[in-house]
């Protein structure tokens, strides 16, 4: 039985209240000592007769810690007679920061206590929850490196920040009305409004229909109320796109089907927004006009106080930035970007440093890798080199890889104009201040042309670093799985080995080396980027008959734009090819009439999902040949099938058309998806492989996953889905860190 030791705590040790949970314990196992921070580690003296439960104690760590290893050594020299924590110093920086977490049913308590000294207070924490990452200036995590140094503690929080029986002992964060930040309500004009309770007028303005600009933990949300959900999108000119709600848990309950697995992502400390099928599909058509929508609780003192004084059930609360541009945090910018949208603008003082939008979650899948979430470090052995993984251009994050661990950063969003860059080469640079880390690879995308690519070829020559271009799908499989394996990557576009726009891919192999074994049919893309806005032109570049030109001419195609489509595709002008899941899912919305043209990313696949959610599937006859020896599924015999089974509707009443429109749909995604999934078995099989890995944003789709799935399994393939990464472009980053270090 050892009575001392030096014991070393490796991981994510910051931020998550170690050191006063490491002094609660030994005073508790009455053992003597220091804990210290160390950069990102934490360093313990400790002796004592229970030092054994002391250090087993060490091992579990608070609940926010993610412990990687435990080093105990003999002890040096003399410790004090008591347990102290001592002033932190620098050190290795091997762990990271936490992500923002929600605010903890303890610090809701206090909020509401009449008598309590944090009664009301919007900023409430303490060691177990509030913001982490978007104040952090710096390691070691200590309040004079992140944004609440500006708030100097009054008498009261020192006394508590010193008493080892508080949960607010060292809590970074601790803040109450007297010291800590403000909240002020703004008018149009940005003059502050002289009102007693800034939250309380804010919920009476909401209540009347006002839209508010709402700063939070990691930036700026829109908020309404759902009678206001049409007039918001109208100003935004966002008028189809789906917005997230927040509410109670209460109301979730009576708008969506909640399953016991999404109760407990929704109640997570990272109350991530998730997506769920509403309980009537068309009810909340303002808000969301497809089968689902995205719901979240509160997660902040803010929040909760807004409901506690709201009358409406629930608020639209959206992020206040262009779709695909970064999180807005300064209340300058959010005030000449939203004149003329917002009519009241709720605002704190609290300095936001890196900003974090919210996470998305469906079906248990990621969709958004940000808030409550990343920073996400992953341990994994990629060897000795330190890696840079800068991601795609649509949807990015970045990865840095070095000394056993992967760190994914929270999402950027589209990298195509210079704010996105920006706040791209913000991120670098904080994940590498914060990990210490020097790259000497740089991974990017096989796009010669993306900004992404351009910024890295310029930080690789700066740096003296190797440039490594991943090819994206193949990005997509690695980040599912380092097995050898069969692929299916299924997703909108990706730029391929031979120029082409790739989307729809069967791979063999194991990282870094994946062979293209299958694909769907080769289709053209009238226009390129300009057939992805308007679904029409990619349905005549998948089936370029006189039958489609007809139909385009009846929904509204004069006859010179129908003859120059023609002609631009008879002659391959200006026409792409690609083999892109997404685009065919387009297409075939096009066809059935759900959506023709896009008004937001995603929109006419998402459509036909959610009319095709009410239709039954029948299985049609599937066209799969080899070309140059790869599986090539055809899909433009699908979309002929697609506009056999349509045009007789024309005939029949609106009720039949509907419900044929919804069978169709159905059946057009149940069969694309066996299609791909026996695509796959076939590679499986011809090469004596078990388990086949799906990725891309295709994959979200419920019918086409399980439909994969399910084929899968009754070949005796296991099917493999990332779960910690995102299936669309947010795990494109981490999967070229590890192709890139694999090579």
């Not at 919007?122 to 609440?148: F, K, N, Q």
């Not at 016991?260 to 009537?280: C, F, G, M, N, Y």
Request: glycine share 8%; proline share 5%.
């Amino acid at each position: 039985m050892r009575r001392s030791g030096t014991i070393i705590v490796r991981g994510i040790v910051q931020g998550v209240g170690f050191r006063p949970f490491v002094y609660a314990t030994a005073e508790s196992l009455s053992i003597r000592g220091s804990v210290t921070n160390l950069g990102s580690e934490v360093l313990i003296h400790a002796e004592g007769e229970h030092f054994d439960d002391f250090l087993d104690a060490v091992r579990r760590g608070p609940r926010l810690a993610a412990i990687d290893e435990v080093i105990v050594s003999p002890l040096n020299g003399a410790i004090p007679d008591r347990f102290i924590i001592r002033e932190s110093e620098e050190g290795n920086l091997s762990g990271l920061i936490p992500p923002d977490v929600a605010i903890c049913d303890a610090c809701i308590h206090d909020i509401y206590q009449a008598d309590g000294r944090y009664f009301n207070y919007w900023a409430t924490s303490c060691v177990d929850c509030g913001p982490r990452y978007s104040i952090i200036r710096a390691l070691p995590y200590d309040r004079e490196r992140t944004t609440m140094d500006h708030f100097p503690l009054c008498l009261s929080c020192e006394e508590e920040y010193w008493n080892p029986g508080s949960r607010r002992h060292h809590a970074q964060t601790i803040a109450c009305a007297t010291c800590g930040p403000s909240l002020t309500l703004m008018d149009p004009d940005g003059r502050s409004m002289p009102v007693a309770d800034p939250i309380k007028k804010a919920a009476e303005l909401l209540d009347m229909g006002k839209i508010l600009a709402i700063r939070g933990i990691g930036g700026f949300h829109i908020a309404c109320i759902e009678s206001s959900a049409e007039r918001l999108k109208a100003l935004l000119g966002r008028t189809e796109q789906p917005l997230a709600v927040m509410a109670d848990a209460d109301t979730i309950e009576q708008v969506a089907i909640l399953h016991e697995d999404e109760r407990k992502q929704l109640t997570s400390p990272a109350r991530p927004i998730v997506i769920l099928e509403k309980r009537d599909h068309s009810a909340h058509e303002t808000v969301s006009n497809l089968h689902t929508i995205g719901m979240m609780l509160p997660y902040t003192g803010l929040h909760h106080l807004l409901f506690s004084h709201l009358q409406s059930p629930m608020l639209v609360m959206t992020s206040a930035n262009i779709p695909g541009n970064p999180m807005i945090t300064e209340i300058d910018l959010v005030m000449s970007r939203l004149r003329g949208v917002v009519d009241y603008f709720l605002t704190h003082d609290r300095e936001i440093q890196n900003r974090c939008d919210d996470s998305v979650i469906r079906d248990g899948l990621i969709i958004r890798l940000s808030r409550g979430i990343a920073p996400k470090r992953t341990r994994i052995d990629l060897g000795k080199t330190a890696i840079l993984a800068v991601g795609p251009e649509l949807n990015a994050n970045v990865s840095i890889y070095n000394n056993g661990f992967c760190i994914t950063s929270p999402h950027i969003g589209n990298i195509r104009n210079p704010s996105t860059v920006r706040y791209l080469e913000e991120t670098v640079d904080r994940l590498r201040t914060l990990t210490g880390t020097t790259p000497e690879i740089i991974a990017c995308d096989l796009h010669p042309q993306f900004l992404s690519t351009r910024y890295a070829n310029d930080l690789a020559d700066e740096l003296g670093a190797a440039l490594v271009p991943v090819q994206h799908h193949r990005a997509h499989i690695a980040a599912a799985t380092r097995e050898r394996c069969v692929g299916i990557a299924i997703d909108g576009v990706g730029y391929g080995d031979d120029g082409t726009v790739w989307g729809g891919e069967i791979f063999v192999g194991q990282a870094p080396d994946y062979l293209r074994a299958g694909h769907l049919e080769q289709v053209m893309m009238p226009g390129g980027d300009a057939a992805t806005a308007n679904p029409e032109r990619m349905l005549y570049g998948i089936l370029p008959t006189p039958e489609i030109l007809d139909l385009l001419s009846v929904r509204g195609w004069n006859d010179i734009a129908c003859s120059a489509l023609a002609h631009q595709v008879e002659r391959r002008f200006n026409t792409i090819s690609t083999t892109s899941t997404g685009r065919v899912l387009d297409a075939a919305s096009a066809l059935l009439g759900i959506c023709s043209e896009r008004t937001y990313d995603g929109e006419p696949a998402m459509r036909l999902e959610a009319v095709a959610a009410s239709g039954r599937a029948t299985e049609w006859e599937l066209a799969i040949s080899e070309e140059n020896g790869q599986q090539v599924l055809s899909t433009s015999r699908l979309m002929e099938e697609v506009f056999s089974r349509y045009l007789p509707l024309k005939e029949e009443s609106n009720e039949m058309q509907r419900r044929a429109v919804a069978d169709i749909g159905a059946s057009f995604q149940f069969n694309l998806a066996r299609g791909i999934a026996r695509m796959a078995v076939s590679v499986a099989e011809e090469h004596g492989i078990g388990k086949a890995a799906l990725s891309g944003g295709v994959c979200y789709n419920h019918m086409i996953r399980s439909t994969i799935c399910e084929e899968l399994r009754r070949a005796g393939i296991e099917a493999i889905i990332n779960t910690e990464y995102p299936l669309g472009d947010g795990c494109i980053s981490y999967g070229q860190a590890i192709i890139a270090g694999s090579r």
